[in-house]
């Protein structure tokens, strides 16, 4: 008959072992899997390494938004501004969210190719009309570009400013 | 008026369960006999408030009185009337009262089927469940009004939002919330237990039948959503590990490890301070799941709109809860008395295995849900943790916890040896072990060991049942009268463990979809899967307040040219509330979906994405086999209490029949 002792000897070694595992794998997916949140403005400075998985937020930027095939897959580019006249072109195969349009907030989820283009590998956009994204909203309210508290967000073309036609040209040419 | 008064029963309900709580737990403090006997006429009276109140608000929907703010921002006079009766819980205010409402019906289920508890135990459990009531409607009252008005009344409704316009969805947050809040009585008995400072087998006996109807509920409210998000959202995924899914996912995780920890305090007393904590995290699980999305702490791309007030109360109201309970737990718990001793190896070294792996499962989810907020809080940096963090960390604890949940059953009580258990196990082991070998030949990778996991549930849930009856051992007759005769509960866990090997096989399957986004024009064919879609042609359509555009999709077998299915995936518009939602056609055989949905339109064509999933079906039905499990044990005679008195009531009555 086993001890007491040695009962609680095996418990202990079992709970150790699972929760072991547990923050073992949990440390070492948190090293490799951890998304980061980028405002284009970040992206423009800190230029995050290719391949690298990251989360773009923004706006749509107005006259940005045009079909383009991507690796033989029907898909569009669309420039996304923090309204501080930051703009990082973004590129995405497959059919955009119900509410995706030019002026709305959004997060997509992707990496830059090595040509500087933003490739999302998914897109998200609420399901309202009147939806800003939390973590964009925190975001501009941090950088200082729009404050929730003063009401709606400025239009899409005001917060394209002039670099409306930068944007443009590039889709264009691209 | 009707909304008046509305207010006025809850107001009434907030002053009901206080003194519920007050009167109860004092009552059986003190010993006081008339006070305890109090306890179940207030829980009833205080689930007649809040019913009344929750009535107020349905009729209100129903006759379209946009006077009141949540029906004229979720409803209008065009609305569907099954869409004008839901839309009462389908936004922030209604769904917490409708929260309120099942909590007090809970007090109420306690008042009225708990007749054979010990009087002053039931006064406790009745006051600690009143306590937790009127600190939500409390909520209700104070910052989230659900019938509050609005002067002047607008003349049209803003109208439901299309996406909830669904009957899965309608139903999906009842029969979730009353898995969330069915937790809440187990809670009740865990505190109750620790304030009288006796836990035995009779505790357990009462407290596992919540616990089970309680985790079915949650079981199918999950699957509900789940097929939800699956036909409605049109992404292709049954499961994105957003913090709103993972919220629900955590409390069933550790139910779950409740519901077999209870057992081993109803057969062995032992586990006894364990099963006490496991019912106090289940719970505050469950009010951490309802109310961290509504407090914006976790965002979610489908979280409701939420404001900061409340968030404060809310934050406040879970700290009371959650850190009130283990204080008491803390100061409480060396009184139960530890016994029922068993060696590592057997039935409860098992089920401690369970709770344990169940428990790590639970701790690397709940780390990946709160490490984002937790690091915008600290450092000040939006960060987010998707699926691969999910994946990589949760798929390596289950396997264990898969390859235990086989050999748990098979084990005896107390002490255990392994190669008895093995020999029961061979067949089904061997048959797993040639699905894996056949899978690796058949290139499928790690599906292949994912399938043969799938089996081995399956197959050592029914050898535990071809066990305990000696089918193939013994005369057909005996073993046949031995099948009749295992109880309920053992035919429950299997169904249940089995259930959740068809599941599982469904996930493996949907690994192994294929899928492609096309541009289509009409006429033109693409290949997906070992199928060929055809675009015949695209057409518009109208509905009550919708357009729509609609696709026909003509779908071939590759091979042999064979029609398999017209499918008609669409696009609607809804000019009310200026959105536009996905229609996804979905074709199923049971063993794979062929799956449509429709993007946007260009240059006469338009983009499709099309999915072809082998097992899908699996996973929901997997779950519907689980939650069917739990009814199947909770139908157990042993699980009622009082019921051997009906039970030989029944077997004179059934003798009467048969001498006539």
Request: proline fraction near 6%; hydrophobic fraction near 50%.
């Amino acid at each position: 008959m086993m001890t007491r002792k040695r009962r609680r000897l095996w418990l202990v070694g079992v709970c150790l072992v699972a929760f072991g595992s547990a923050t073992a794998l949990t440390l070492s997916a948190f090293s490799g899997d951890i998304v980061y949140f980028m405002l284009p403005g970040a992206v423009l400075a800190k230029h995050p390494a290719p391949g690298r998985v990251f989360r773009l937020g923004g706006l749509v930027a107005q006259n940005t938004l045009h079909d383009r095939t991507i690796d033989g897959q029907p898909g569009v580019v669309f420039g996304v501004t923090d309204g501080a006249g930051h703009i990082v072109l973004a590129e995405f195969a497959g059919p955009l969210p119900d509410l995706f349009r030019e002026g709305q907030g959004i997060v997509a989820v992707g990496a830059m190719t090595p040509d500087g283009t933003f490739r999302a590998s998914e897109v998200l956009a609420k399901h309202s009309a009147s939806y800003m994204p939390p973590d964009v909203e925190a975001a501009l309210k941090k950088d200082g570009l729009w404050n929730p508290a003063t009401g709606q967000p400025p239009p899409a073309a005001a917060f394209n400013g002039s670099l409306e036609r930068t944007a443009a040209t590039k889709a264009a040419g691209g | 008026m009707i909304p008046e008064l509305g207010h006025f029963a809850i107001a009434l309900a907030v002053v009901i369960a206080l003194s519920q709580a007050i009167i109860s737990i004092w009552g059986a403090h003190r010993g006081d006999a008339r006070f305890i006997a109090a306890a179940p006429a207030l829980a009833l009276s205080q689930a007649m408030a809040v019913g009344f109140a929750f009535l107020a608000l349905v009729w209100s929907g129903i006759v379209s009185d946009f006077s009141v703010i949540n029906v004229a921002e979720y409803s209008s006079a065009r609305t569907p009337l099954l869409y004008k009766i839901t839309g009462a819980w389908g936004n922030h205010e209604g769904s917490i009262l409708l929260w309120c409402l099942i909590l007090s019906f809970c007090g109420a289920a306690v008042a009225v089927f708990g007749r054979n508890l010990p009087s002053a135990l039931r006064a406790r459990v009745i006051g600690v469940l009143g306590l937790v009531s009127c600190g939500f409607l409390l909520f209700t009252l104070t910052v989230s009004d659900p019938l509050g008005r609005i002067w002047p009344p607008p003349s049209e409704g803003q109208g439901v939002n299309p996406l909830l316009q669904d009957p899965g969805l309608a139903f999906h947050p009842p029969i979730l919330y009353s898995g969330y809040v069915g937790f809440a009585v187990a809670f009740a008995f865990a505190v109750a237990s620790l304030l009288e400072g006796r836990v035995d087998a009779a505790w357990g006996r009462w407290v596992r039948p919540w616990t089970l109807g309680a985790w079915c509920l949650l079981t199918s409210g999950i699957a509900l959503g789940s097929w939800w998000s699956y036909y409605e959202l049109g992404w292709g995924g049954y499961w994105f590990w957003d913090p709103v899914e993972n919220a629900s996912l955590l409390p069933w995780l550790t139910g779950t490890a409740l519901l077999h920890s209870a057992i081993v305090v109803e057969k062995r007393e032992a586990l006894k301070i364990w099963s006490v904590l496991l019912a106090i995290t289940t719970f505050s699980l469950s009010l951490a799941g309802t109310f961290m999305v509504r407090s914006g702490l976790l965002n979610s791309v489908h979280a409701f709109a939420n404001d900061p007030t409340r968030g404060v109360f809310i934050l406040a109201l879970l700290g009371l809860v959650i850190g009130g309970s283990l204080l008491l737990f803390a100061w409480r718990a060396p009184v139960l008395q530890p016994a029922g001793l068993f060696a590592p190896l057997s039935r409860e070294g098992a089920l401690v295995l369970n709770n344990i792996l169940l428990c790590s499962i639970m701790a690397v989810v709940l780390a990946g849900t709160m490490y984002p907020p937790f690091v915008q809080l600290i450092f000040d940096q939006q960060i987010s943790v998707g699926p691969p963090f999910f994946i990589s960390t949760v798929v390596p604890l289950a396997a264990p916890l898969m390859a235990a949940m086989g050999l748990g059953p098979v084990l005896s009580w107390k002490r255990a040896a392994v190669a008895p258990a093995l020999l029961r196990l061979w067949w089904a082991a061997l048959a797993s072990l040639i699905v894996v070998l056949v899978g690796f030949y058949g290139r499928l990778g790690w599906a292949a060991v994912g399938f043969g996991a799938a089996l081995w549930m399956v197959l050592s849930a029914l050898a535990e049942i071809v066990e305990r009856s000696q089918l193939f051992r013994q005369p057909i007759g005996t073993a046949w009268a031995r099948l009749r005769g295992l109880p309920r509960a053992s035919y429950g866990a299997a169904v249940a463990h089995a259930g959740l090997g068809v599941a599982v096989a469904g996930m493996v399957g949907m690994t192994l979809a294929s899928h492609s986004i096309v541009l289509l024009h009409p006429g033109d064919t693409t290949k997906v899967g070992n199928y060929d879609w055809r675009l015949v042609s695209l057409t518009s359509g109208a509905g009550s307040d919708f357009t729509a555009r609609i696709a026909t999709l003509a779908v071939t077998d590759a091979r042999t040219g064979q029609a398999i299915a017209t499918m008609y995936p669409a696009r609607r518009t809804f000019p009310l509330q200026q959105q536009t939602t996905t229609d996804v056609a979905i074709r199923t055989n049971g063993f794979r979906d062929l799956y449509a949905a429709l993007g946007d339109e260009r240059d006469g064509g338009i983009v499709l994405r099309i999915h072809v999933n082998p097992l899908a079906p699996w996973i929901w039905f997997g779950a519907l086999i689980m939650a069917f499990g739990g009814a199947l044990s909770l139908s157990d005679r042993r699980l009622r209490i009082g019921a051997p008195v009906r039970l030989a009531r029944r077997r004179a009555a059934d003798m009467k029949v048969a001498a006539e």
